[in-house]
């Protein structure tokens, strides 16, 4: 036989988790936060397609505050500095970006190009390296050696 009070209290149970569970966070929010960080991307990208280096930079640094942990913004930030001749902020965005992705051939010969720019040509050669040793067809590292 089962007790009555026992019943009611599975049924106050039953209901309490009901309540407390549409009380619950969407469980979506890492998909919002990935869908924001993707629009924040594409814009990035048409930025730089109209020349418009401050809207890009800006856009690229939103997509950074979303997903910190993500490699390309600190590579496409790289190379607009780069092409900006700020070598010494693309040195530092590549090398976020290889902390992130150290086996990213871009990220490589990229940061291979900007040690030889700034005048380390034995570091850029290593790097070269790293990356050859990665895709032994990766032009841009080959061309440094």
Known sequence: MIDKSKEATAAKLD????EDSSNLPDMQVSGTV??????HMDKA????EQKNVPG???EF????LLRPNMSQPYLMLGQIMKQNGNMME???????????QPNNVKVL????????ELGDNEAAKGIACDAIAIDDSFVPAIALL
């Open 15 to 18: 209901d309490d988790l009901a």
């Open 34 to 39: 990935l869908d924001a960080y993707v629009e």
């Open 45 to 48: 990208e048409k930025a730089l």
């Open 56 to 58: 890009a930079i800006m």
């Open 61 to 64: 640094e939103a997509a950074l």
């Open 90 to 100: 693309a040195l530092r965005n590549y090398e976020k970006a290889y902390d992130l």
């Open 109 to 116: 010969g990229n940061l291979a190009e900007v040690m030889f």
